[in-house]
Every structure is written in C-alpha cells, then in structure tokens.
C-alpha cells in the first residue's frame, strides 16, 4: 500500500508539472493529438492517483508509461525531468 501511495504521488507531481508546462513541452515538439491525449492522461493522474483518488497502482503505471511514451520524442529540460520522474514509477516486483 505504501508503494501504490509513492507511485500515486509520483505520478500526481509529474503530471501537475505537465499541466503546468504545456506550452514548454509543446515548443519542445509536443503536438497535436499527441498533446490532447498528454493533457487527458496528465489531468486523469493529477486528480486521481493515489489511495484517495480510484486509481490503483496498475493503472497508474499503465497510464505513466502511456505519458512517457508520448513525450519520449519532445526535447526540452521539461520533458527529460518529467521522463526521469516516470521512469522512477515502475511494476510492482
């Protein structure tokens, strides 16, 4: 439980930071519907991760990875900080 909470914060920050960089990530070669999905996935895991939200630890990370990939191509300090938070979101062992 205490790992679904961290991997639920995790995400939470990283995805707040998203939302609050949009406009960066989208310089850095976020576009389109790339975007659209990134702020719904971004905006699903701000308000929802975590043990108060109804999200468990699977869907979390099934829906980081989904994030991660879609900013995998963006270039930037945004989108390398962001990939390196969601990368520390892993399976559960």
């Known amino acids: 439980m205490i790992e679904e909470d961290r991997a639920g914060e995790q995400a939470r920050v990283a995805a707040r930071s998203v939302l609050a960089n949009i406009e960066e990530l989208s310089r850095g070669g976020l576009d389109g519907s790339h975007r659209d999905r990134?702020?719904?996935?971004?905006?699903?895991?701000?308000?929802?991760?975590?043990?108060?939200?109804r999200l468990d630890r699977a869907a979390v990370v099934a829906m980081t990875g989904q994030l991660r990939d879609l900013l995998a191509p963006v270039g930037g300090l945004t989108a390398r900080t962001v990939r390196s938070w969601l990368d520390d979101i892993e399976p559960a062992r």
């Open 38 to 53: 990134v702020v719904e996935l971004a905006r699903a895991l701000s308000a929802r991760s975590g043990t108060d939200g």
